[in-house]
């Protein structure tokens, strides 16, 4: 519940939010009532940011987008032996976003994500390295 706690508040620190979309897990809902619960007059008993709980065998929904980079980040980060310094680890994680935003195609829409966003970028056939060239210039 403590990590729970500390990536709220980070989620927090960029402005009001409307609300929060998490999975079932049993401590989202304790971590959302220790951070937004108010009992103030006119709102009492209230969570000041609404909490939706998706579970998948009660609304029938997934949460497709982020479960995919998640697995995708998981796969990737299972096959490292250690990262040899601490600096290297967000060069990494922007590689694997990068990776999955504009070069691979996603596995149920068939397109990159990138181009249902409108973003056209011509990178040929390798294209890896038509991002590298296309940001040098």
């Known amino acids: 519940m403590n990590e729970a706690i500390i990536f709220l508040k980070r ?8 609300y929060i979309q998490s999975d079932a897990a049993q ?3 304790k971590a959302m009532h220790k951070l937004f619960y108010t009992n103030k007059i006119g709102i009492k008993g209230a969570l000041t940011v609404e909490h939706r709980v998706n579970n998948v065998s009660k609304t029938g929904k997934h949460n497709v987008r982020i479960e995919t980079v998640f697995s995708k980040i998981k796969d990737r980060v299972d096959d490292f032996r250690g990262l040899k310094a601490l600096w290297s680890a967000p060069i990494l994680m922007q590689g694997i976003i990068i990776q999955h935003n504009y070069i691979e195609s996603h596995t149920t829409i068939g397109k990159v994500p990138c181009e249902l966003a409108g973003v056209k970028i ?4 390798n294209r890896w390295l038509g991002l590298i060239k296309s940001s040098v210039y």
């Open 27 to 29: 401590f989202y809902p």
């Open 122 to 125: 011509e990178t040929g056939i």
């Open 11 to 18: 989620t927090t620190a960029y402005g009001k939010l409307k």
